[in-house]
């Protein structure tokens, strides 16, 4: 089987217009030199490639469509304002000799959630808030680590700086293929802007996980061929009905296995 190149990217496979070109290339992410919560929990050729590698990630044009989406919800939403409410801010802290940061969407009161009426919450205890743009799947299973893990990361940083948050803390999840009868088929009631209350890690626990993330790939943390770092793990690899590599990886179109992923669907479709 000969090797075909990949795509070079950013392609625009779908031929969208221009103007929709353009505005989803523009990133507005607000870069520095630590490393972001979000960054840091994922895998971790993907984590150095995101560091070390950025001018050479790839994607097509069209991947990037409900970030933009949720760039904008997020735009849009900090600028509600109202006594009590802090938003969208970048907290820090070093741990193991690594600069890490965390934006929060939102910190409010907990008398301000509903959905916390049967938790153990004060009415003035603050609470972590986070916008997701998601699926009803997701919502469905109801397997929120990835955002039990983020939010934690948070709260754990908000202490290093002496801010005092609940254990419990709400994702504001914007299900973007909601419709009534497939939410009713699911149990799932309400609209398709769903307050999710998650009970956070202890922060000695939170600490241990990013003392043992950081301690794994403090080695790689100046290494420029993610293929000299060993592969991530087989459940890292096997997220997401097994597409996270294809789809979802960042560092999909420079990682070895990524790309041997990518010439066997190809070779699928040719019928090779």
């Known amino acids: 089987m000969n090797k075909k190149p990949l795509p070079n990217y950013p392609a625009n496979l779908h031929g969208l217009s221009k103007i929709?070109?353009?505005?989803?290339?523009?990133?507005?992410?607000?870069?520095?030199?630590?490393?972001?919560?979000?960054?840091?929990l994922k895998p971790i050729r993907e984590l150095v490639a995101i560091k070390n590698c950025s001018d050479?990630?790839?994607?097509?044009?069209?991947?990037?469509?409900?970030?933009v989406v949720g760039t904008a919800c997020h735009a849009s939403r900090e600028r509600v304002k109202y006594p009590?409410?802090?938003?969208?801010?970048?907290?820090?802290?070093t741990i193991n000799n690594v600069k890490i940061s965390g934006k929060f969407d939102a910190l409010d009161h907990a008398n301000n959630f509903p959905c916390l009426e049967n938790k153990r919450v004060c009415a003035k205890d603050l609470i972590i808030n986070d916008l997701k743009t998601?699926?009803?799947?997701?919502?469905?299973?109801?397997e929120f680590d990835d955002w039990i893990n983020q939010l934690s990361i948070y709260r754990l940083i908000l202490h290093h700086n002496k801010i005092r948050v609940s254990e419990w803390a709400v994702i504001s999840a914007l299900v973007r293929d909601w419709t009534d009868r497939a939410a009713n088929q699911k149990g799932i009631t309400g609209c398709q802007l769903q307050n999710i209350p998650i009970q956070l890690i202890g922060l000695a626990e939170t600490h241990e996980l990013i003392a043992h993330k950081i301690d794994k790939i403090s080695p790689?943390?100046?290494c420029k061929d993610i293929n000299t770092i060993p592969l991530c793990s087989e459940e890292e690899r096997q997220k997401y009905n097994s597409k996270i590599c294809l789809k979802y990886c960042q560092a999909r179109?420079?990682?070895?296995?990524?790309?041997?992923?990518?010439?066997?669907?190809?070779?699928?479709?040719?019928?090779?």
């Open 253 to 272: 179109q420079i990682c070895d296995y990524g790309q041997s992923l990518w010439v066997e669907v190809l070779a699928q479709k040719e019928g090779v």
């Open 220 to 222: 790689y943390l100046d």
């Open 20 to 40: 929709d070109f353009e505005w989803l290339l523009k990133d507005e992410y607000d870069h520095d030199d630590s490393l972001s919560t979000t960054t840091l």
């Open 134 to 142: 998601t699926t009803l799947w997701n919502v469905a299973r109801g």
């Open 56 to 67: 050479k990630l790839t994607s097509d044009i069209s991947d990037k469509i409900w970030a």
């Open 84 to 93: 009590g409410l802090l938003s969208e801010k970048r907290y820090y802290t």
